[in-house]
């Protein structure tokens, strides 16, 4: 597997936001989001086995567990990893892109599905039949630059995600739209949705990694 880093924080997205967590960054994504803010994640990284990223996830003492990217799925042996932090008693969530089959991930992860709007440049990569395989606990995300995704992701919300039973969340693409605009909108159309809030880019907004 190829890590950028392994670092504690508190959760920045989902519903579990704010929560001490450890944070798994993998190196490697075949997408380039507009509005990507790792993009130091795209390459580099150092070599570990999955026992070696659980030994260093276990040093920080913590049970929850973040896998992200980059893109996690696109790391051979993710289900090896995920199997031993389930089996060390670790909560075990996995943030996702979406252009990848979640199927294969254990039923007790936490699934947190990134639904690519127009703004991000890869609207067309999404495979849709992921939302057959989430649970009711999994999430699904959608993040928004303007009025047109918006427009777009509420499309999306009525026509493809009616059976999802989980949290959906629209979140704002950090610097490039007012999360209270979007929090407008929301109210106006009275959506079954969350406003997303990137907590970690409050709490530092200054710092480029290890957030």
């Not at 567990?65 to 389930?86: A, K, N, S, W, Y």
């Not at 999404?126 to 995300?141: F, T």
Request: one cysteine or more.
């Amino acid at each position: 597997m190829k890590v950028t880093e392994v670092y504690a924080s508190l959760l920045g997205e989902s519903t579990e936001s704010g929560r001490p967590c450890v944070l798994v960054r993998f190196t490697g994504c075949s997408l380039r989001c507009r509005y990507c803010d790792t993009p130091y994640a795209f390459h580099g990284g150092e070599e570990m086995a999955p026992e070696e990223v659980a030994a260093r996830v276990r040093e920080h003492g913590i049970d929850l567990v973040l896998l992200t990217g980059g893109e996690p799925l696109e790391q051979e042996d993710l289900p090896r990893l995920v199997e031993i932090l389930l089996g060390r008693g670790h909560e075990v969530l996995v943030e996702t892109g979406g252009h990848r089959p979640i199927e294969t991930l254990d039923p007790r992860v936490l699934k947190i599905l990134d639904i690519k709007c127009p703004g991000s440049g890869h609207a067309d990569a999404m495979l849709w039949s992921n939302l057959d395989a989430l649970g009711p606990r999994d999430e699904v995300k959608f993040v928004l630059v303007d009025r047109a995704d918006y427009e777009w992701a509420k499309g999306a919300l009525a026509e493809k995600l009616r059976g999802v039973r989980g949290p959906v969340l629209f979140s704002a693409a950090y610097g490039r739209l007012a999360p209270a605009e979007l929090a407008g909108w929301i109210l106006e159309d009275r959506l079954p949705v969350r406003l997303g809030i990137q907590l970690h880019r409050i709490l530092w907004p200054d710092r480029e990694r290890g957030v």
